[in-house]
């Protein structure tokens, strides 16, 4: 997860390296289940002594993986390939299944670090940060960040040092 060694600059070093949140995955588990219980009910139900029962299983079958790999699977591989990096010198934003988008926020560049958070939010630990930069792209807003007080005091403490020339990180 995150960036790779040989992707790291001369003396720059990874602090933190995270998915995003674990409740990006709710809805794809309960959907999971519930594709898994109706087509264990419908295999149950098809009659063994109907005439087109073999076709019927075997739509069953069909349905069920199409349903669970664009309710399940996708959205799991979605969050499992994307990934935040915040090193001693950049934030990094990587994301894609099968193709890869990835930003590099220099800490230099950073004008201010934000976070939300909703109630629901504040009890699992986990909300949107808000990062304003002085590039093309300005604002950019990465929703359902894992300890989010954390990332964004470690990521202000980081655009503090880079701002007084301290590169090192603790």
């Not at 149950?44 to 002594?49: E, G, N, R, T």
Request: hydrophobic content about 50%; overall charge negative.
């Amino acid at each position: 997860m995150g960036l790779a060694e040989q992707h790291l600059t001369a003396g720059e070093r990874v602090v933190l390296s995270f998915h995003p949140h674990w409740k990006r995955l709710v809805l794809p588990v309960l959907a999971l289940l519930l594709v898994v219980a109706a087509s264990s009910a419908a295999f149950y139900f098809i009659p063994v002594d109907y005439e087109y029962a073999g076709y019927a299983w075997i739509a069953v079958a069909v349905v069920s993986v199409v349903a669970l790999t664009l309710w399940s699977f996708l959205p799991y591989l979605r969050w499992k390939t994307t990934s935040y990096t915040l090193t001693t010198h950049r934030f990094n934003i990587s994301t894609g299944v099968l193709s890869k988008s990835t930003d590099d926020i220099p800490l230099a560049k950073v004008n201010s670090v934000s976070s939300d958070q909703s109630v629901a939010e504040r009890l699992l630990g986990c909300g949107t940060l808000v990062v304003e930069s002085a590039s093309d792209r300005g604002e950019i807003t990465l929703r359902d960040i894992p300890r989010i007080q954390a990332v964004r005091a470690e990521l202000f403490r980081l655009v503090e040092d880079a701002a007084d020339g301290e590169v090192e990180a603790r």
